[in-house]
């Protein structure tokens, strides 16, 4: 559903993020990120005016990862920036992603790295954008999400025949549970992943029999879920 009408009103700025995954000749996959920020008219900046067409930032990120979802390389580029020639000091710190694993508290663990004056503000909000841009890329090219947790891919997402259940050692489709449309309890699970409709994952059980237990999940659950959307 479209968003509503909106009322008379003029276009002041324009920011955009847009992520791309590439799979590279040696195993390894990029994903680039890009930050432009864009308004219509000439802007008096401390170093001068920046004339109308040209960004106000034009930032970009780069992260190679493995098919863990492990960060093996990382560089940054700032190519159009307010403050031309300090701006772009930051970008070697975002080397300091090395090591981390999209999946295991990916956003928490880049933060703490890189908030406030470690890094460049812009380049920083990238980050959020990457560990969903890499799963994306990784459905149906590295993982069958059909069939438990991630692993290589061995055909189609055939949702209707993912099988299993926990107590048997098996485990619902990645995706389930971590958006509002693959809840376990909606239409969508009900309809393409009949055999997981109602089901109810060990960690929420594990929860309600001991309600003293704030938040049941490990961290290592707790940066996966803040991960993962398949809609």
């Not at 067409?53 to 960060?71: A, C, F, Q, S, Y």
């Not at 159009?80 to 928490?108: E, K, S």
């Not at 992943?193 to 029999?209: D, F, K, M, Q, T």
């Amino acid at each position: 559903m479209p968003l509503s009408p909106p009322v008379p009103r003029q276009l002041r700025h324009q920011r955009a993020i847009r992520a791309v995954a590439y799979e590279r000749e040696d195993g390894l996959w990029d994903i680039d990120a890009c930050l432009t920020d864009h308004k219509p008219r000439d802007v008096p900046l401390a170093a001068g005016v920046r004339p109308n067409g040209l960004p106000i930032h034009e930032l970009w990120l780069r992260i190679t990862i493995d098919r863990k979802l492990n960060v093996v390389d990382a560089e940054a580029s700032s190519d159009w920036v307010p403050y031309d020639g300090q701006c772009q000091n930051a970008n070697p710190a975002y080397r300091a992603l090395i090591g981390l694993n999209l999946l295991d508290n990916f956003r928490r663990e880049a933060g703490r790295l890189l908030a406030g004056t470690a890094g460049c503000t812009h380049l920083t909000e990238m980050l959020g954008v990457l560990p969903t841009a890499a799963i994306q890329a990784f459905v149906g090219a590295v993982w069958d999400t059909s069939n438990g947790s991630p692993g290589e891919a061995t055909g189609p997402e055939l949702g209707k025949t993912a099988g299993g259940n926990e107590a048997a050692g098996e485990k619902p489709p990645f995706q389930l549970g971590r958006c509002h449309a693959l809840r376990f309890d909606g239409e969508a699970v009900k309809q393409f992943y009949p055999r997981w409709y109602g089901h109810v994952p060990r960690s929420i059980a594990r929860g309600a029999e001991t309600p003293s237990v704030r938040d049941s999940r490990s961290p290592g659950q707790e940066g996966r879920a803040d991960a993962v959307s398949h809609e």
